[in-house]
């Protein structure tokens, strides 16, 4: 069974980093993609970033230049480094994959870690 735990979220101040991390419970190198995503109150969830297994990356263009998407395939772990945050990056962030083919929707991931609290305070 795929499990997807999330972790590294918190309260920081706007201009600060944050690194998250996703522990899955299977090998990850499985996946054609693992992806990022994050939800507002009051907004729509919202596609930050995804990575495939063949290192190819894309970015929702607000954080672009700010985020970096990676994985540690040794570790099974999928990352997301959050630098220069700003307070319109609060959200809840969520891990997301998939052993589709497709990666550009929410639809497309069959699997969903519970997500963690991000909170930029200006």
């Known amino acids: 069974q795929v499990q997807l735990v999330e972790s590294g979220g918190g309260l920081v101040q706007a201009g600060r980093s944050l690194r998250l991390s996703c522990a899955a419970s299977v090998r990850i190198f499985t996946f054609y993609a693992m992806a990022w995503y994050r939800q507002a109150p009051g907004k729509q969830r919202e596609l930050v970033a995804s990575?495939?297994?063949?290192?190819?990356?894309n970015y929702v263009d607000s954080v672009k230049g700010r985020f970096t998407i990676s994985r540690d395939n040794n570790k099974d772990t999928l990352y997301l480094q959050m630098n220069s945050l700003k307070p319109e990056d609060t959200a809840v962030y969520y891990c997301a994959a998939t052993y589709g083919f497709r990666r550009y929707s929410s639809g497309d991931y069959d699997y969903w870690g519970q997500g963690t609290q991000v909170t930029v305070s200006s």
């Open positions: 990575l495939t297994s063949g290192g190819s990356t």
